[in-house]
């Protein structure tokens, strides 16, 4: 395998830990962050809009009308962050309301429906940069909700970690302390807590 020149390899570099841009054309572009229960998603997803906001883009942040943890309709992180949004039932009503818009920011994404990598990759080929951040995997650590799909199909993701409660390695699980077993289960550190992979299958071993 050939080696990259120097000038080269630090440009790969560069490009992999930096924001994507885009050409200079009007292109859209999809984004997906994700990972466990408080890795910081949310954060990563506001600083990203943040900076959309400061560039003097046309913005509009979306999320699923069921998240009331924090606030109805702000998104809010775990470390208290915010950021106005639009609560929505269905991913067909961020189409609607995202005319003239040049980026889109979409948070929880695993609680939407099916439709949502649809309606994302109509709003990339219109020329909008589309930002989803949402959970990978479910309290079982099964690929959750539309997530599979955003990331199949996103042209950048960043996968964040938490640490494990129990051993302090990373973690990229989230697990569900109570024993609701339902497939939605709205809570924070009352019902889950970030695992790695080996805490995570030992449950209350662990």
């Given at each position: 395998?050939?080696?990259?020149?120097?000038?080269?390899?630090?440009?790969?570099?560069y490009d992999m830990f930096?924001?994507?841009?885009?050409?200079?054309?009007?292109?859209?572009?999809?984004?997906?962050?994700?990972?466990?229960?408080?890795?910081?998603?949310?954060e990563e997803l506001i600083r990203r809009l943040k900076r959309a906001h400061i560039a003097n883009r046309r913005v509009e942040i979306f999320k699923p009308r069921i998240d009331t943890r924090y606030h109805e309709t702000n998104i809010v992180s775990h470390d208290a962050n915010l950021i106005r949004s639009t609560p929505i039932d269905s991913s067909e009503n961020i189409l609607l309301l995202s005319?003239?818009?040049?980026?889109?920011?979409?948070?929880?994404?695993?609680?939407?429906?099916?439709?949502?990598s649809i309606v994302a990759e109509k709003l990339a080929a219109k020329g909008i940069r589309v930002i989803v951040a949402g959970l990978d995997m479910d309290f079982e650590g099964k690929p959750f909700g539309p997530m599979?799909?955003?990331?199949?199909?996103?042209?950048?993701?960043?996968?964040?970690?938490?640490?494990?409660?129990?051993?302090?390695?990373?973690?990229?699980?989230?697990?569900?302390?109570?024993?609701?077993?339902?497939?939605i289960l709205l809570g924070e550190?009352?019902?889950?807590e970030p695992?790695?992979?080996?805490?995570?299958?030992?449950g209350e071993n662990a």
């Open positions: 395998m050939a080696l990259l020149p120097h000038y080269q390899t630090k440009k790969y570099l930096t924001e994507p841009q885009g050409p200079k054309e009007r292109a859209g572009w999809i984004e997906a962050i994700c990972g466990s229960m408080f890795s910081g998603k949310t005319q003239d818009i040049e980026v889109v920011g979409i948070d929880e994404a695993q609680f939407l429906d099916a439709e949502l599979p799909s955003i990331l199949a199909i996103a042209d950048y993701i960043t996968k964040v970690h938490a640490i494990c409660v129990k051993c302090g390695d990373v973690a990229h699980f989230s697990y569900r302390k109570s024993a609701d077993k339902g497939k550190k009352d019902h889950y695992r790695c992979r080996s805490c995570f299958y030992k």
